[in-house]
């Protein structure tokens, strides 16, 4: 098993940047996809970003391809997301989450493990 911890998360005015952080408890997280998924206000969660294992490939959703970044320190057992650009529409919890399965994940049925969420609130 793995749990995950999200940090980083805060007030940012449009253009800003945040780095996110989900760290995680457990010898075989190198092992683990990791995605980011987030939910705003009255939405469903949505799939932002994930870093597969063992590939290390990445995949965004179109609304942020281009803004955000995917990387993993697997030496720390931390994923980070760096949200640069930022957009008041990307205010929303923020969660990671992982899953053994091999391959690029974009549905949330897919994970088995989540955080508990870090707020990103986008505004002036």
């Known amino acids: 098993q793995v749990q995950l911890l999200e940090s980083g998360g805060g007030l940012v005015q449009p253009g800003g940047s945040l780095r996110l952080s989900c760290a995680a408890s457990?010898?075989?997280?190198?092992?683990?996809?990791i995605g980011w998924f987030r939910q705003g206000p009255g939405k469903e969660r949505d799939f932002v970003a994930t870093?597969?294992?063992?590939?290390?490939?990445?995949y965004y959703a179109g609304s942020v391809k281009g803004r955000f970044t995917i990387s993993r320190d697997n030496a720390k057992n931390t994923v980070y997301l760096q949200m640069d650009s930022l957009k008041p529409e990307d205010t929303a919890v923020y969660y990671c989450?992982?899953?053994?399965?091999?391959?690029?994940?974009?549905?949330?049925?897919?994970?088995?493990?989540w955080g508990q969420g870090t707020q990103v609130t986008v505004s002036s």
């Open positions: 457990g010898r075989t997280f190198s092992r683990y996809t």
């Open positions: 870093i597969t294992w063992p590939t290390g490939s990445t």
């Open positions: 989450a992982a899953t053994l399965q091999l391959g690029t994940r974009t549905n949330q049925n897919d994970y088995n493990y």
